[in-house]
């Protein structure tokens, strides 16, 4: 197996953690979403994002990345208390090649409404 090939695997079993249901979460292909300004500021050329999830999707994902608790964090409680009827839930994937050639950047939830991104909840950095 190549090093992109393995880097691109380890990524994806690290976005998407060890949730039980296969291939969670699942890339939203057809985003109309503008995350040109996201991508700049994590300096990857793109990012990808997920289908809306519910908010107990978002707490299982964190919980099954090794985050007990995720609902006492500061972020979370932030996003719970901001969120609105209308609003998504999606999990954010903005990676680049990183200095090693491997992988690198931020994987996180971020709560979007009328298309923009108005909270995040950061869980992984790839470095």
Not at 10 to 33: E, N, Q, Y
Request: aromatic share 6%.
């Amino acid at each position: 197996m190549s090093l992109r090939a393995f880097s691109i695997l380890a990524v994806t079993v690290l976005a998407t953690g060890c949730v039980h249901s296969s291939g969670f979460p699942k890339l939203d292909r057809s985003s109309t979403l503008d995350l040109s300004a996201t991508a700049k500021r994590y300096h990857a050329p793109r990012c990808k994002v997920s289908l809306p999830l519910a908010q107990d999707e978002v707490l299982q994902a964190v919980r099954s990345q090794g985050i007990p608790h995720p609902e006492e964090r500061q972020d979370w409680m932030e996003i719970a208390k901001e969120i609105k009827p209308g609003d998504q839930l999606r999990q954010v994937m903005c990676l680049t090649r990183g200095l090693t050639g491997v992988a690198a950047g931020e994987v996180f939830f971020g709560l979007f409404r009328d298309g923009n991104m108005v909270a995040e909840m950061h869980t992984i950095i790839v470095d």
